[in-house]
């Protein structure tokens, strides 16, 4: 008889979601994606490389998660990044929060759900490629 594992199922479906390794540590999952960003301003063009946190933490309700996302956006890419996420085949849940803060020239997206986290890591995995991630 075979036992699947529940939690390396999950770290499987999320890795191939979001396209990165998936860290486990006890109900948590933790996915860190690297990006390198070019800031120019008038004069001064920096570049520098940046991690989105993505976290799942399990809950007693069976499949869905508590989801988070810290992702850091250039304002070109803002309205892109939103735009996807909001027209996804799988539509935001009623308890999904955002804000977005404002730092010099960029710009941090929080996000939190909680839901099936497959459709999360999905919703994000297409707004990030929309923008070249």
């Known amino acids: 008889m075979i036992i699947a594992d ?14 990165a390794e998936v860290e486990v540590t006890g109900n948590l999952f ?5 990006r390198s960003l070019v800031i120019q ?16 933490q399990a809950l007693q309700q069976p499949g869905i ?3 988070k ?11 892109v990044f939103l735009s996807v996420l909001i027209s996804h085949i799988h539509p935001l849940p009623n308890n999904y929060m955002q804000r977005v803060v404002m730092e010099p020239n960029v710009y941090c997206l929080y996000m939190e759900s ?19 991630w």
């Open 6 to 19: 529940p939690i390396k199922e999950m770290a499987v479906i999320l890795q191939k979601a979001l396209d």
């Open 30 to 34: 933790l996915v860190k994606k690297l």
């Open 41 to 56: 301003t008038d004069e001064t063009k920096f570049s520098f490389k940046v991690d989105c946190d993505i976290t799942f």
């Open 65 to 67: 998660m508590i989801n």
């Open 69 to 79: 996302a810290e992702i850091l956006l250039l304002p070109s890419e803002l309205s």
């Open 114 to 132: 909680r839901e099936l986290p497959e459709a999360f890591a999905e919703r994000i995995a297409s707004a990030l490629n929309a923008i070249d």
